[in-house]
């Protein structure tokens, strides 16, 4: 006889209450075990030994309870899973607090180095138990109540997969990738939250330029205090805020990044909010500011600033890598997957995309940079015979424009074919 | 700058996006204690109680013997009594003697492991407490083979053995994103500024 879904499992056990036989469903509150997870606190900054030991113990805590809950049979994880609140919450607080590796903190001792390894492992391996429905031939979840079970209670939401790309992408991207495409195929809700999440992102960029002073806070027209008038340019921030800023820029970049390099599928819900030609104006108005009011502080705190452009300068690359890969994602793989009749759509949508671009001169030089214009011009006139070469040549001549008067030191462009 | 205050993108999608959970961390400020309290009672409920170590003393032992195995039981009650507190009552005593009972079963001296231990399931502990338990212990552990120590403690601890953890054949990686080398993207900004800025960083 075929196993049933967990969902449709029906167990009979006594009542504890009652003592008398009862039948319920295998998911149900009352198999969860009592097991109390504690919250994640990331490696103390420094190494004060009462500090040392806390960390140690609350990690050793965690670390135990998820190799408890990784033992556990199918039916008795996902109990824990759905009706576990402190799971949740433990989970949810190692993805917000784990530090990653561009976050450059001093080198713990090698008892936390160990610890956090361990539970970097664990927590992996739960998250990839978690987006796993089908654990065997007789242990399986339907996929619709598996898509349910997942959204209604939390256990993915948007920013915890940006998180688990980000900290898990690098060394373990093709794994973490069925994960996500899985986890949006069993459940498409997952892409009305990236559509909703879409605008917070472009928040985020306007709020970095707010705070280099470089976008006003909307058009409201009540009374303003004197103070907020008062905009601080990156120039003349005081240098603690300047690194609040280039941290905030880093993390933001290398997110998204991490995010559509796994999952490249969410470029389009990206696009719908004319991502593209946003990212750009953003990076058109924040990175000349930022590199030149680091520049300019040639008097103060010297490896402080060297970090900050090394950051800077990370952030232009994961900008710009983010921007390919939308373009990829949106004109150039459709094209070179599409058969001849159904290309001059893309075709018209990458000429769009650049065509609203080409004011921002500075993006347009570093997009160029890395990924010549030009090569992918090529590509579309091998791609269609019908190509207007007015638009293309006009899309190129403003590339060219944009280095005008710069010295342009072309760096190897990135080998990567579409 | 506190470690859990840097600025993240997520950090600002969950506070700002209406896609998460909004749950409240502050009532777990005192998680940790509440934790070690539980694992007291998972520890009383894997079945190692103090009334089976009594009662194995009594069931294996010449009446003389158990006499004087007793002072030695009773030294672990009281240390055990300094290590819990009286505040929570006879029954955590116990649950903290059979604890120490079943750490220092076979250890001749409180080592970094078995401080560890007692810190985790009870916190900050006084070490003069410790070593008197783990000397009782040693006394009572010399009238009794190791195989029957070791079969009274395994025959009531979790049957974790046969247990397979998920993921454990997964191939996993440490390996981060971290920042990437600058030399790919030179500054293409103004020629006059390049000559400030030095690339020898």
New interface residues.
Partial sequence: MPALPLDELQITEKDPKTGKLRTVPALHPDQKA???F??Y?????DSATARV??YL??A??IADDL?WL??LPHKK?WCQVIFDE?L??CL??Y???A???????ATPPSAVSEMQ?RL??SV??TF??MSTHK?SKDHFISPRAFGEILYNN?IF????M??LC???????GP?LQKMIENIFVQQSSYYN?LD??VP??L??FS?ILQQCGLQSEGTSTAPQRLAEKVRMTPSAMPLQELR?VV??L???A???W?FLDVFPLACQTFQKHDFCSRLASFYEASI?EL??A??KR?QEDSKLL?DL???L??S???L?EVFHILINQICLLPILESSCDNIQAFIEDFLQLFSSVLQEK?FL??YD??FPVADDVSLLQQASSALDETRTAYILQAVESA?E?????R??PVKESP | M???D?????????S??????Q?D?NE?SA??M??RS??QKQISDLGLTWNKIVKFVDDNLEKKEVQIVNEDLKDILRAAKQIVGTDNGQEAIESGAAFLFKTFHLKDCVGHNETKAL??MFGPFPSSSATAACNATCRIASHFSEDRLTALVQMTEEQ?GD?????KN?V?????????H??????????D??K??SLD?
Avoid at chain 1, 41 to 45: C, H, R, S, V, Y
Avoid at chain 2, 6 to 14: C, E, M, N
Avoid at chain 2, 172 to 180: P, V
Avoid at chain 2, 182 to 191: D, K, Q, T, Y
């Fill in positions: 009592d097991r109390c504690v919250l606190k990331p490696p103390p900054a030991e806390e113990e609350r050793a805590f190799d990784l033992g994880f402190t949740q919450k949810d607080s993805l917000r607090y530090p990653r590796k561009f976050d450059e903190l390894q970097h492992r992996f391996l990839l138990r654990e939390f939401d948007i920013p915890k940006l998180d980000v900290l898990f992408g690098k060394g373990n794994l939250d909703e999440t917070t992102i928040q985020v709020n609040d941290l905030y880093c993390d933001t290398t997110t998204l991490a000349p590199d030149s680091i520049k040639r060297a452009w090394q950051r300068s990370h232009r690359k994961k710009v500075r030089r570093d940079e890395l280095w008067g710069v010295d342009r030191r760096a190897s | 506190n470690d859990m840097l600025p993240r993108l997520t950090g600002a999608l969950r700002f996006s209406n896609v998460t959970k749950d961390y777990e998680d940790l509440l934790k539980k694992l810190n985790q974790n247990r397979v953890l998920f993921g997964i996993f990686s440490f390996d981060m994103h971290d920042l990437d600058f030399e790919e993207l030179p500054i293409n900004g103004e020629a500024a390049q400030v800025i960083y």
